[in-house]
């Protein structure tokens, strides 16, 4: 029988000794108070991987083989109520037969208590098989897990400390609705002519004279949006400045809505209007809709103008999905292409056997591994800081060693996630395509038809590096992340890039020298934008009074305007950050796992060239397209340039 998990040595890798476990049952197990949980790791690790087992065996028997009729067969409105495809249907059955949706929901509201590191490693399985499928199953137990730690961060979940169990919540029926399989929900945050731009975002929120809070407006490109349960951004306040483009944001607020209830006779009572389900390149097994709300009742999560710090909350779980959803495409993508090399022939050879598809080949197997690697230290930091956030905040009987050790690990998890995780959804993503668009190459002519998988992988992958943040908002909050760390902490950039000139030249391990050399060439890169953009303050500076250069400098950075420089780079800067992040944990791998270094050797053989590669584009070019762009913004937008005086 065909598994996605067992036949896969580098995932299994993780399960078996790639992940530290320890520390993550203990968080999830609430340090094994709950008298129905794991009494050890072992016993949990080795629930985990029949889990994983699980997953592989429905990815590779149910899913993979109606991936064909997921493209084809699409979901429609019908009299305003939504009617999925068959081949939806029959996996959307097998999976709540198999409880898959319980899979992280706590153990006292019907689940079964795994970390999210796990689903999100069983994920890929189902993406391999589907993508779409896997973009649909986030939105079940994804969505129950987001409407719990809303909970916790507004206080409405109480704890019984001396147990570790939830005592109450706010939304148990949601949860427990979603964990049983009988609904899903989706996050409803874009808008015509409002994507990225959230400050732009019209749809009203209003309460009644009884206090009740009601949703009007429109929502678009909705995934998952014909759900029951929907988080939706909404304006509450209007902007104090308007000439402030970021004002906006604190007018929002983050509702819980109710699309619809099932009467009865089973059928259903809307009061969220369906206005269409797009239709899309590909990815055709997850539907995206349009959705209208006209004075629908809502429940308002948190407090008034929390809504956008609420949605930071979904999106970098969602964007780690989004990683593990690519990584999976991919390596549909990479097996597909190297069965065909291996029995296609020409002159006299398979074509694998050629230099060319022999070196894509590699590369392809080379970049799904060390995306794996990036991935799953994402997911677990990520995981660990919302726990030790949670058990910081909540068990006030923890003795003084666990106060001290959550102290300590919470701010490291918190900073290496946000490190991590524009990285990752930046280059995983774009990978994907790559990969696909490498896959497509391989296979000739046949890629190009439909007679082979692999031109709807390619149609699948083109939508991951644009939702769930674009490529391009990705590399600026990396860009911005970085500059605005060095600025804040100098001392501790000069020592790093000090360190790595030292190891670059003297470790006696050649991974840590080429690691020290790609190490330097990422800090000279931000070196050289940091000191283009202090160029550009300094300028900015002309004529004003000399005593007001500290407190520019040291306060008054404006996103839009000081780091233009930094942006036109921003892409090229996050390719060097994240090889250098893989690369530091290849080689950390390859320390604890010999049977590794090959990996870590593959990766920097490569990511040094391109390190060298970025460097130059970085510190060579830009200066003239940003001058034509600053003469076109002052002849074509006098208004915009005044403003902005």
């Known amino acids: 029988m065909a598994n996605f998990f067992t036949d896969n040595d580098d995932l299994r890798f993780y399960f078996d000794q790639g992940v530290p476990w320890a520390e993550l049952v203990e968080l999830t197990e609430y340090g094994f108070r709950a008298p129905d949980g794991f009494k050890d790791v072992e016993e949990a ?30 979901s429609h409105i019908v009299d305003g109520q939504a009617e999925e495809a068959p081949a939806l249907r029959e996996i959307s059955e097998a999976m709540r037969a198999a409880e898959l949706h319980k899979l992280c929901v706590p153990r006292e509201l019907g689940g079964l208590n795994a970390p999210l590191t796990v689903y999100m490693m069983a994920g890929e399985l189902l993406a391999r098989a589907d993508v779409s499928i896997m973009t649909h199953f986030s939105f079940h137990g994804g969505m129950a897990l987001a409407a719990l730690a809303f909970s916790i961060r507004e206080g409405s979940t109480t704890f019984d400390v001396p147990s570790g169990r939830i005592a109450r919540t706010r939304f148990a029926e949601m949860i427990r609705e979603i964990a049983s399989g009988e609904a899903w929900g989706c996050m409803d945050i874009t808008e015509p002519n409002a994507g990225s731009d959230m400050a ?25 949006g014909h759900g029951k349960w929907h988080f939706v951004i909404a304006r509450t306040e209007e902007a104090k400045d308007p000439s402030d483009p970021y004002a906006g944001l604190a007018g929002l607020s983050m509702f819980l809505v109710k699309a619809y209830d099932t ?61 593990f959803e690519s990584i999976g495409l991919a390596e549909a993508a990479y097996r597909a292409a190297r069965d065909y090399a291996e029995v296609r022939t020409s002159m006299g050879k398979p074509i694998a056997r050629h230099e060319m598809i022999a070196d894509m080949l590699e590369e392809m197997e080379l970049d799904i591994i060390a995306l ?5 230290r994402s997911a677990y930091h990520e995981e660990c800081a919302q726990k030790l956030g949670i058990f910081q905040g909540f068990f006030t009987e923890a003795s003084p060693e666990e106060r001290a050790r959550v102290s300590r690990e919470l701010p490291r998890h918190q900073r290496m996630s946000r490190r991590y995780t524009p990285l990752l959804k930046y280059l995983a993503s774009e990978k994907a395509v790559e990969i696909a668009r490498r896959a497509v190459q391989i296979h000739g002519g046949s890629g190009y038809t439909r007679d082979y998988p692999v031109e709807k992988l390619l149609r699948d992958a083109l939508v991951l590096p644009i939702y769930e943040g674009t490529s391009q908002i990705q590399s600026l909050m990396a860009m911005k992340d970085t500059l605005m760390g060095v600025i804040a902490r100098p001392q501790a950039f000069v020592r790093r890039m000090a360190d790595a000139r030292v190891r670059s030249l003297s470790s006696r391990d050649p991974l840590d020298r080429a690691l020290g050399r790609l190490s330097l060439q990422a800090a000279l890169a931000t070196q050289h934008l940091l000191r283009k953009t202090a160029e550009g303050k300094l300028r900015s500076l002309s004529g004003k009074p000399l005593t007001s250069w500290p407190k520019a400098f040291a306060k008054d950075w404006n996103p839009k305007k000081d780091f233009a420089y930094a942006m036109l780079h921003a892409e090229r800067l996050t390719r060097l950050l994240a090889d250098e992040a893989i690369a ?16 870590a050797e593959r990766w920097l053989e490569r990511a040094e060239p391109r390190g060298r590669a970025l460097y130059d584009a970085i510190t060579t070019t830009g200066d003239r397209l940003l001058q034509r762009l600053a003469e ?11 403003a902005e005086e």
């Open 45 to 74: 690790k080795s629930f985990y991987r029949d889990v994983a087992e699980s997953f592989g065996e429905l990815a590779a028997e149910v899913v993979a083989p109606r991936a064909a009729r997921l493209d084809v067969e699409h």
């Open 200 to 224: 732009q975002l019209r749809t009203r929120a209003e309460q009644d004279a009884d206090g009740a809070w009601r949703v009007s407006g429109q929502k678009i490109f909705i995934t998952s």
């Open 372 to 376: 794996r690697a990036l991935a799953v």
């Open 632 to 642: 076109e913004g002052r002849t074509t937008s006098p208004s915009v340039a005044a």
């Open 263 to 323: 009467r009865p006779d089973g059928t259903c009572e809307r009061y969220v209007t369906l206005d269409r389900f797009e239709e899309k390149l590909g990815h055709h097994g997850s539907v995206t809709a349009s959705l209208s709300f006209d004075r629908v009742p809502a429940e308002l999560i948190g407090k008034r103008g929390e809504g956008f710090r609420a949605m930071l909350l979904l999106m970098n779980n969602a964007r780690v999905g989004v990683a």
């Open 584 to 599: 530091e944990l290849l080689v950390e791998q390859a320390k604890a796992h010999p049977e590794r270094r090959v990996w």
